[in-house]
C-alpha cells in the first residue's frame, strides 16, 4: 500500500508542523529532551484513548500499545506515523463538521506525543497518570445475532473483500435500531459494511452466492446488487452504533441481510474467519415500531449509475465529478416513501463512498439563500478507511435545499488498488461495483 496520510488536512498538517517545530526547538535545549514530557503524565492519557481501540494484543494492527514498554519499543514509528497524520486514522475534514467519536488528535495532543516519542521517552511516576474520560460506551442491546453461515478464510492478500447473505428470521416488518459487528477472527477482520436486500432482489444474491463455489461470494464497492440499502458499517474499536432515539430502519418479512467483511491480512497468516467468540456476526437493535422510521439516502448522479457518464480518463491525476440537486420534488421516491416530497428532514450521520483511486470528496446541503453546510470532507480519502460519521448536531435539509456531491479521483497510478500485490494497470474508469470502476457516492442516516 503506498504510504498516505490518513485524514490530515494541509491545515492540520501545517498546524502541526509549526507546533512540532517549536517543540523540538525546545527539546534541543532541554536536557530531558522532551520538555518534561512523561508517559504516565502526558502519553498513556492519549494512547488509552486515542490508540487502542485497535492496537490491542490479537487486533489487526501490527502491535499492540498497552504498556509503556509497548510504546517505548514503537516509539520511532510513533512519532513518525502521529506526526505525519496517518495515525490515528480519522478521515473528515475538521473544517466541515464535527462528528462523535472523533478519534483525531489536538494539535497539542499531536505535538505531546511527538515531542515525547522522539525524545528520551520516560515513563515518569505511576501517581500522575489520570485516566481519560473514555465517555459511556454505547448500550447496544443485542435483540438478535446473524453469524456468517460458515468460516471463510481469505485467500486473496493483504485485502479480500468478501459479501456474506444472512437470512432474516423476522416475519413481520421490523426496525433496527442499533448495530454492531463482532468478528471472528478479530486479527483480520478490518472493517463491515451491512446492506437490506429487499425481498424483490434475494434472488439476485442468492444467484451471486450460488455462481461462488466458496462461503459467501467476492464483491468490492457494495453489495454486487444495486438497489441494496445501506444499514450501517462497522469499524474496529466500535463497541456499536445506536441510531438517535426512536428512530430506525425498517426491514420487511422476506428480505435478507449482506454484509461486506474487509479481510486484511497484511499483519497476520489468513485463518478461517472464526474465534472464540464464534464466526463473524452482526448483532442488532431491533424495534416492533418507532416514532421516525429513518432512511439511508444514497446521493449520485443517476446519470453516472445508468449511463456511465463518469468517465475517469486513464492517466487523470485530478479527474473531478460533480453533482448537485434539489431533491425535495423527488423525495418519496428516493427514500422509498421514508421522506415525503417537498418537505425538510434531519441528516444525522454522513459518509462517502469511493474506490480506491478516491483522492478527495466532500458532501454539502446549500440553502436557496447560497450559505452552505458541510456534513463530510474527507481531504485524503482512503478505501482502508471509510465509515459514516455520526454529526454532533443533525443538519436540516430544507424543502429547496440543494444537496451536492464532489469526487476527485487521481487515475494517474498513484492510487490503483493493489490486487495480490500487484497493481492494477492504469486504463480508462467508469461507475461500477468492482476494482477497475469507481463509484462517488454520499451516504446519510436521515428522518423526516
Ligand atoms: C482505528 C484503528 C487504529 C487506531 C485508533 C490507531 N491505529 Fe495505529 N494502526 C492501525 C492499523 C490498521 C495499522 C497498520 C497500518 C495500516 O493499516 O494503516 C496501524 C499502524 C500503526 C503504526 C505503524 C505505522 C507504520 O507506518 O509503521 C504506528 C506507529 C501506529 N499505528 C501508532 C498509533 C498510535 C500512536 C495511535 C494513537 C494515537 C494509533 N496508532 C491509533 C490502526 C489504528
Not at 446488487?225 to 466500535?238: E, L, T
Request: proline residues 8%; glycine residues 10%; charged residues 15%.
Amino acid at each position: 500500500m503506498p504510504r498516505r496520510t490518513a485524514g490530515v488536512s494541509p491545515m492540520k498538517r501545517l498546524l502541526f508542523s509549526s507546533s512540532f517545530a517549536l517543540l523540538a526547538a525546545c527539546s534541543g535545549a532541554s536536557a530531558t529532551g522532551d520538555a518534561g514530557l512523561t508517559f504516565q503524565k502526558d502519553v498513556r492519557p492519549i494512547v488509552e484513548a486515542k490508540c487502542q481501540v485497535c492496537h490491542v494484543e490479537g487486533s489487526f494492527t501490527p502491535f499492540a500499545l498497552t504498556t509503556y514498554q509497548d510504546v517505548y519499543t514503537h516509539r520511532a514509528a510513533i512519532a513518525s506515523a502521529v506526526g505525519d497524520g496517518r495515525m490515528p486514522p480519522w478521515p473528515p475534514s475538521d473544517s466541515c463538521g464535527s462528528y462523535q467519536h472523533d478519534r483525531s488528535l489536538s494539535p497539542e495532543q499531536r505535538a505531546a506525543v511527538v515531542a515525547w516519542a522522539g525524545g528520551l521517552a520516560p515513563e515518569g511516576e505511576a501517581s500522575t497518570f489520570v485516566a481519560p474520560d473514555s465517555g459511556t460506551p454505547t448500550a447496544l442491546r443485542v435483540d438478535t445475532s446473524l453469524a456468517i453461515p460458515m468460516p471463510y478464510q481469505p485467500v486473496s492478500s493483504p485485502d479480500e473483500y468478501r459479501c456474506f447473505v444472512l437470512d432474516w428470521p423476522q416475519t413481520t416488518t421490523k426496525y433496527v435500531t442499533g448495530l454492531r459487528v463482532v468478528p471472528g477472527a478479530i486479527a483480520e477482520v478490518h472493517h463491515a459494511i451491512i446492506f437490506q436486500i429487499a425481498p424483490a432482489d434475494v434472488a439476485a444474491v442468492q444467484a451471486l452466492d450460488a455462481a461462488d463455489p466458496a462461503e459467501g461470494y467476492s464483491c468490492f464497492g457494495g453489495s454486487g446488487v444495486n438497489a441494496a440499502g445501506w444499514v450501517g458499517a462497522w469499524v474496529p474499536g466500535s463497541t456499536g452504533n445506536v441510531f438517535p432515539a426512536d428512530t430506525g430502519i425498517a426491514i420487511a418479512p422476506g428480505s435478507k441481510l449482506v454484509v461486506q467483511v474487509h479481510y486484511n491480512t497484511a499483519n497476520t497468516a489468513p485463518v478461517p474467519d472464526q474465534g472464540a467468540m464464534g464466526d463473524t456476526r452482526v448483532e442488532l437493535q431491533l424495534a416492533d415500531t418507532v416514532k421516525t422510521p429513518a432512511v439511508v439516502l444514497k446521493w449520485a448522479n443517476p446519470q453516472w449509475v445508468r449511463n456511465h457518464t463518469m468517465t475517469i480518463d486513464a492517466g487523470d491525476p485530478d479527474s473531478v465529478h460533480a453533482f448537485e440537486f434539489t431533491p425535495g420534488p423527488f423525495l418519496g421516491t428516493l427514500s422509498g416513501g421514508v421522506l415525503p416530497s417537498n418537505s425538510a428532514f434531519q441528516v444525522w450521520t454522513a459518509g462517502l463512498h469511493m474506490h480506491a483511486r478516491g483522492a478527495k470528496a466532500t458532501l454539502q446541503v446549500t440553502h436557496p439563500d447560497g450559505s452552505k453546510d458541510c456534513l463530510l470532507q474527507i481531504d485524503d480519502w482512503s478505501f482502508h478507511w471509510q465509515g459514516s460519521y455520526d454529526l454532533v448536531k443533525p443538519v436540516k435539509v430544507g424543502a429547496g435545499d440543494s444537496l451536492s456531491i464532489e469526487c476527485h479521483f487521481d487515475n494517474s497510478g498513484n492510487r490503483q488498488p493493489i490486487v495480490n500485490g500487484i497493481p492494477a494497470p492504469v486504463g480508462p474508469v467508469n461507475w461500477g461495483e468492482t476494482t477497475e470502476d469507481e463509484m462517488c457516492l454520499g451516504i446519510m442516516y436521515a428522518t423526516p
